[in-house]
Nanobody, 121 residues
Framework: QVQLVESGGDLVQPGGSLRLSCVAS????????MGWYRQAPGKQRELVAV???????NYGDSVKGRFTISGDNAKNTVYLQMIRLKPEDTAVYYC???????????????WGQGTQVTVSS
């Protein structure tokens, strides 16, 4: 089994910054990519940003230019640096990892429990 633990969510004022972290642990042979998704009340979960172990990144349109994803492969950790936060960024932020376990050939998706980000004055 694989566990993802997120941290860094908080209440922040508009225009502020936050940094989220997510650590993957457990039965991990390799990770193809890790990323962040978010879900606001009454809305569908949406892509925020993903990064492959090779460093290729992809961002949701609403966060381009404001959020930066980075990773530490040795630590199975992914970070999300968020700047110029807006009230519409308020959501639960979920970490996802695409993981291959030992003795298996396929990759599976694993999710964290989520961390709340609230942008409000």
């Amino acid at each position: 089994q694989v566990q993802l633990v997120e941290s860094g969510g908080d209440l922040v004022q508009p225009g502020g910054s936050l940094r989220l972290s997510c650590v993957a642990s457990g039965s991990i042979f390799s990770i193809n990519y890790m990323g962040w998704y978010r879900q606001a009340p009454g809305k569908q979960r949406e892509l925020v940003a993903v990064i492959t172990t090779g460093g290729i990144t992809n961002y949701g349109d609403s966060v381009k230019g404001r959020f930066t994803i980075s990773g530490d492969n040795a630590k199975n950790t992914v970070y999300l640096q968020m700047i110029r936060l807006k009230p519409e960024d308020t959501a639960v932020y979920y970490c996802k990892a695409h993981v291959r376990g030992p003795y298996v050939s396929q990759y599976n998706d694993y999710w964290g429990q989520g961390t709340q980000v609230t942008v409000s004055s």
